[in-house]
């Protein structure tokens, strides 16, 4: 069973950081892609950062270009978003999701998802 554990929010002020986490297990890690995605209140779900991680290709949105950085840990069969100089506009609950290969970073192409982590930036 795909299993995906998210940690890391919080509240920041504006032009502050945070790192997310993403736990993944019950599935071959190098053969997935693992999305970074976020709803805020009265919004779609949006697709923020995504990567395959076999081919170590990555996708950003275009509003968190140059401030947010997708990594993973292998090993530790974790990704990670390094999320710098924060907006307010960033405020969100954050999900991790997982899917077989990378398509595009939208929340149609994901299978299985994470419950989330409330990132709260205030002005």
């Known amino acids: 069973e795909v299993q995906l554990v998210e940690s890391g929010g919080g509240l920041v002020q504006a032009g502050g950081s945070l790192r997310l986490s993403c736990a993944a297990s019950g599935f071959t890690f190098d053969d997935y892609a693992i999305g970074w995605f976020r709803q805020a209140p009265g919004k779609e779900r949006e697709g923020v950062s995504c990567?395959?991680?076999?081919?170590?290709?990555?996708y950003y949105a275009v509003s968190v270009k140059g401030r947010f950085t997708i990594s993973s840990d292998n090993a530790k069969n974790t990704v990670y978003l390094q999320m710098n100089s924060l907006k307010p506009e960033d405020t969100a609950v954050y999900y991790c999701?997982?899917?077989?290969?990378?398509?595009?970073?939208?929340?149609?192409?994901?299978?299985?998802w994470g419950q989330g982590t409330q990132v709260t930036v205030s002005s």
């Open positions: 990567i395959s991680i076999s081919a170590g290709s990555t």
């Open positions: 999701a997982a899917d077989p290969g990378l398509v595009a970073c939208e929340v149609a192409d994901f299978g299985s």
